[in-house]
């Protein structure tokens, strides 16, 4: 599959999804997934290598050790300057 942080995706509750980090653990890769009409609605898959698709990952101790890997790609995946707009818009 060729997904990567920032692409949005659509599941099949037809909701649409921003990747919003991705990292690989134990030979799995695993997605961070932010609803785009509901921040509240977050989801982690981890992608199913058979059919090429992406199964909803539910426990929450593999979650847990996600985590961080998940905040150490997003914050690689930001650029200079989508932070500095990002500043800009805060102020």
Do not use: H
């Amino acid at each position: 599959m060729d997904i990567d942080i920032k692409d949005t995706i659509t599941l099949c509750d037809d909701n649409s999804y921003v990747v919003a980090g991705k990292t690989t653990y134990q030979e799995n890769v695993y997605y961070y997934l932010i609803d785009r009409d509901n921040n509240a609605n977050i989801k982690f898959c981890v992608e199913n290598k058979v059919n090429s698709s992406l199964l909803e990952l539910e426990d929450s101790k593999v979650i847990r050790i996600l985590l961080p890997l998940f905040l150490e790609s997003a914050t690689n995946a930001i650029t200079k300057e989508e932070i500095e707009l990002l500043e800009s818009m805060a102020e």
